[in-house]
């Protein structure tokens, strides 16, 4: 059974290269596309973190920037 | 809809449902696999080389899709000046592009043991590289243009170019005498395919696209992130 789904009647090397190669293009967008997100997340916490106070308060006051620092480690919010 | 992608209300959504896009990716891809691989049954004339087809297929649709969808939008950046148009071309192109180069290798691995070549300067697979082309100019396009009105018309500009690739991909087969065979699942006309290798084809295409969208959100939300990193510099 094992034998005949790696060997798929010596196509094997056919499918398998396919779908792997498939999965790993997958692999390589997801994790080049998750490690630009999170290097932009840090860099926002960066950036607010040395914000002045009026700057924070009137961050505070947008929606959009209360919806990026309920989902990073940045406690100021 | 298109409300619903408004950036102040993306960064929630995006949150909410990115785990539960990616669970349902997992989840879908693995019955497409076992489907794909193990209970599907080999075609008569080209025996396991078919399964290729369960990989091959959805990518070429998947990638022809998203590009009509960037084409389409392409329109709007240049008719109503809508700057989230851009945002939401923007983020689709890397999987659109990532989906073409699938189809092409995968069109190629098939090749080979079908019709005794890696590649072949067909109508089909000749169209489909030209897609994989366009879609590169569009993302270099954002890449190398340091201004982002200019990138958006030079973007928008390709995209809607490449448009007229669409119908050329899709009627190559029936235009010339291609080595693809002609498509043997229509919405139109009746499907040549039958269940067996439908039921994968399908598990494996629904698989493909919550991948894109997952990608899509990613890609959208790493977007806005950029735009609002600039907008915390001028509060």
């Not at chain 1, 914000?51 to 620092?69: F, G, H, M, P, W």
């Not at chain 2, 169209?127 to 990138?151: E, G, H, N, P, V």
């Not at chain 2, 809607?160 to 009627?171: E, S």
């Amino acid at each position: 059974m094992i034998n005949e789904i790696i060997n798929m009647n010596g196509y094997g090397l056919y499918v398998w290269s396919s779908f792997i190669f498939t999965l790993v293009s997958f692999g390589f967008l997801y994790v080049v596309t998750k490690l630009n997100l999170i290097k932009e997340k840090k860099k926002f916490e960066k950036n607010f973190k040395v914000l002045d106070e009026n700057k924070v308060v009137s961050a505070n006051k947008q929606k959009t920037y209360r919806e990026i620092l309920a989902n990073t480690h940045t406690s100021k919010v | 809809m298109i409300n619903y992608f408004n950036p102040n209300n993306t960064l929630q959504i995006i949150n909410k449902i990115q785990k539960l896009v990616f669970a349902l990716f997992v989840i879908v891809l693995m019955l497409g696999l076992i489907e794909a691989l193990i209970l599907s049954p080999e075609d008569y004339k080209q025996s396991d080389s078919v399964r290729i087809m369960y990989v091959h297929v959805p990518s070429a649709w998947i990638s022809l899709g998203i590009f009509s969808v960037i084409s389409i939008l392409s329109f709007g950046v240049f008719i109503f000046k809508n700057k989230n148009f851009s945002l939401i071309t923007k983020s689709l192109a890397p999987s659109g592009f990532v989906f073409s180069i699938v189809a092409l290798v995968t069109g190629s691995i098939w090749g080979k043991p079908t019709w005794g070549t890696w590649w072949a300067w067909d109508a089909r697979i000749t169209s489909m590289l030209l897609l994989s082309i366009f879609y590169l100019l569009f993302i270099l396009s954002w890449r190398i243009t340091t201004d982002t009105d200019k990138a958006q018309r030079i973007s928008s500009f390709i995209a809607i170019i490449g448009l007229i690739n669409i119908p050329v991909i899709k009627f190559s087969v029936e235009w010339w005498n291609t080595l693809h065979q002609p498509a043997s699942v229509n919405i139109l006309e009746e499907t040549t395919i039958h269940s067996s290798m439908l039921t994968p084809l399908v598990i494996m295409t629904a698989a493909f696209a919550l991948f894109s969208l997952l990608i899509f959100l990613m890609k959208y939300n790493t977007e806005l992130l950029k735009i609002k990193n600039k907008g915390l510099n001028r509060l």
